[in-house]
């Protein structure tokens, strides 16, 4: 996939995650708010979120198909993207970019979907907001796996 591709995308898929994302909603008991309360440093509570984000986002995984691998060999590729954005008070990503890619267009491109895809976020912790908002650098992994075998309609031989 071309990188002009992908920047026609991102803008389309920016704007679908935001549609399709409801409204943040304050912190359930016992979530990432809960656990700054908990924590004994800044830290700590950054050290907190920053788990709870990741997992989020990682609910959010697209592993992209190799598809300039030969046909027998189609995999999902393996990179780890770093992807900076700006968090609000509430979990709102705001200007996503990859701030370190992975040297693979559809990585890149895939880290930079689950991170929109993924919000709102964990509201992050007081201490690290200025004029309530935090620019952060989350890394993103992909692990390399071969593509499960596609059905065909040949049926049984």
């Known amino acids: 996939m ?14 679908l995650a935001a549609c399709a994302a409801p409204e943040p909603q304050a912190a359930a008991p016992g979530g990432p708010a809960a656990a700054e ?8 509570a950054l050290r907190l979120w920053s788990r709870a984000a990741s997992d989020r986002i990682g609910e959010f995984r697209h592993d992209p198909r190799d598809m300039t691998a030969p046909e027998a060999s189609r995999g999902y590729p ?18 996503p ?8 267009a559809q990585l890149d491109g895939a880290a930079l979907i689950m991170v929109v895809a993924a919000q709102p976020l964990p509201p992050p912790p007081a201490s690290v907001l200025e004029n309530g908002r935090a620019t952060v650098v989350v890394p993103v992994h992909f692990s390399a796996r071969r593509a499960p075998p596609q059905p065909t309609m040949m049926g049984p031989r």
């Open 78 to 95: 393996a990179g780890s993207v770093a992807v900076r954005f700006t968090i609000d008070r509430v979990g709102r990503v705001m200007a």
């Open 37 to 44: 309360a908990v924590a004994e440093s800044p830290e700590e």
């Open 97 to 104: 970019e990859v701030a370190k890619g992975s040297g693979q």
């Open 2 to 15: 071309s990188v002009s591709l992908i920047a026609r995308l991102l803008p389309l898929a920016a704007l």
